[in-house]
């Protein structure tokens, strides 16, 4: 792909497609000199095509418009056509003196190359990692571009942007934009959530807490959670300013209750658990494993535990399970031996657990096998190169189904997990 060659033909284009007077723009003022130019996209099934977004995901875009112009990021290729309607549409016919790149991922960069056909006179600020990503992604220099590095800022008449390192939240190259004047902080990644907006772009405009916070914990889990000690350098870097409002680049917008938010992203990245409470998940593949497991949930609320939540490994998306593994203090790992190894849904999510860098739960373990119950040896094998786990000393094991003994065994980790909540 190429910046310049194709600018004139576009223009033509934009000046015809004008003339058809379509209104597909959908921008939303935030302030006096801030726009909204994002785009939610409901139609990707998976986002990073391994993640499933039932709620769809907004990409974030916002355009400042002072005595000098500037885009903060673009959006992914899928929602090009509204974005570019709302660029333009929120420019009202001045120029784009700059774009701001503080993540380079396609779901914010893919545009960039088009965007400079359109606005080729504008000027990229990013991190130098950044520039060269997106000599990688476009394979061309563009034009005009100016690095940055913590502390630069810029000027753009009235508002003055300090830009702040924020390496692997979520990629290398990523940075953070905070803009002095409006006490606005551009997070990038950090502080965005999965889910479309439905016109309100505001966190207290929507019932967050009920209908966003899960999804905000299973984005953050599976795209930044590995990277707690980053996100941790983020949240002392951010606890420094005075900051009004929080402007993702997924997710609404916040402006009220920040504190309660970057309270969530501070537990998640210590990987403290942030409820104390039991999820038990099973890979079971003729239903005698999940018998176990649901047997043991009920024992557990005979105890008094509360909330338990129960998961099929086979059917649950393994990034919910993940999230759920992060959430809770307890977990219960249940699974079938399957050609003498775990069974592949429950091997799968140990091997996203472990890139993820879980750690410090408590777990009990269950295994089950007829030729030869080996999954619970290898469930603690792979349990034990992850850090500070507590893993009950005693693995239930079932020979094809349960039967009283195991009754009594599934009642003593019941106790086990009760007392220790
Ligand atoms: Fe939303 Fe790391 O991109």
Redesign the pocket.
């Known amino acids: 792909m190429v910046f310049m060659t194709d600018y004139k033909q576009i223009t033509t284009f934009n000046n015809k497609y004008k003339t058809l007077n379509l209104i597909m723009q959908n921008t939303v003022k935030i302030n006096q000199d801030l726009v909204y130019v994002g785009v939610s996209d409901r139609r990707t099934a998976l986002f990073e095509n391994v993640y499933q977004i039932p709620n769809g995901v907004s990409?974030n875009s916002y355009l400042l418009l002072d005595e000098k112009t500037a885009l903060l990021d673009t959006a992914d290729i899928t929602v090009s056509e509204q974005f570019f309607e709302n660029v333009e549409a929120a420019l009202s016919g001045r120029a784009l003196d700059y774009l701001i790149v503080n993540?380079m991922?396609p779901?914010?960069g893919a545009l960039i190359a088009p965007l400079l056909l359109r606005y080729p006179q504008a000027t990229i600020v990013c991190t130098a990692k950044a520039a060269q990503m997106i000599e990688q992604f476009f394979g061309q220099k563009p034009a005009n571009l100016q690095a940055v590095k913590e502390g630069d800022t810029l000027t753009l008449g009235r508002h003055q942007l300090t830009f702040t390192m924020a390496p692997m939240v979520?990629?290398p190259e990523v940075m953070m934009t905070y803009d002095s004047t409006d006490k606005i902080l551009f997070s990038a990644?950090a502080f965005?959530t999965f889910g479309a907006l439905s016109g309100n772009i505001y966190a207290d405009e929507v019932n967050f807490e009920n209908e966003w916070l899960a999804e905000a914990r299973r984005y953050y889990i599976n795209?930044v959670g590995k990277y707690g000690v980053q996100v941790q350098n983020v949240l002392k870097k951010a606890a420094a300013l005075d900051i009004q409002m929080i402007c993702p680049?997924?997710g609404p917008v916040w402006r009220e209750n920040l504190g309660w938010f970057i309270g969530k992203h501070d537990v998640w990245s210590r990987y403290e658990p942030e409820d104390k409470g039991v999820v038990i998940i099973y890979g079971s593949i003729y239903g005698h494993t999940e018998s176990a497991a649901l047997r043991l949930a009920t024992l557990l609320a005979q105890r008094g535990v509360k909330g338990i939540k129960a998961y099929d490994a086979s059917r649950t998306p393994v990034s919910e399970l993940v999230s759920e593994c992060f959430r809770v203090s307890h977990i219960v790992l249940a699974s079938s031996t399957y050609n003498n190894g775990i069974f592949t849904p429950m091997e799968n999510l140990l091997a996203d657990l472990k890139a993820h860098d879980w750690k410090r739960r408590t777990i009990g373990i269950i295994e089950n096998g007829t030729w030869a119950a080996t999954s619970g040896k290898l469930m603690r094998a792979e349990l034990e190169q992850m850090k500070e786990h507590t893993i009950l000393a005693e693995t239930v094991t079932l020979k094809s189904a349960a039967k009283a003994e195991q009754e009594e065994q599934l009642a003593t980790l019941a106790e086990e997990i009760a007392k220790t909540l």
């Open positions: 990409y993540h991922e779901d914010h979520h990629w990644d965005g795209i680049l997924h």
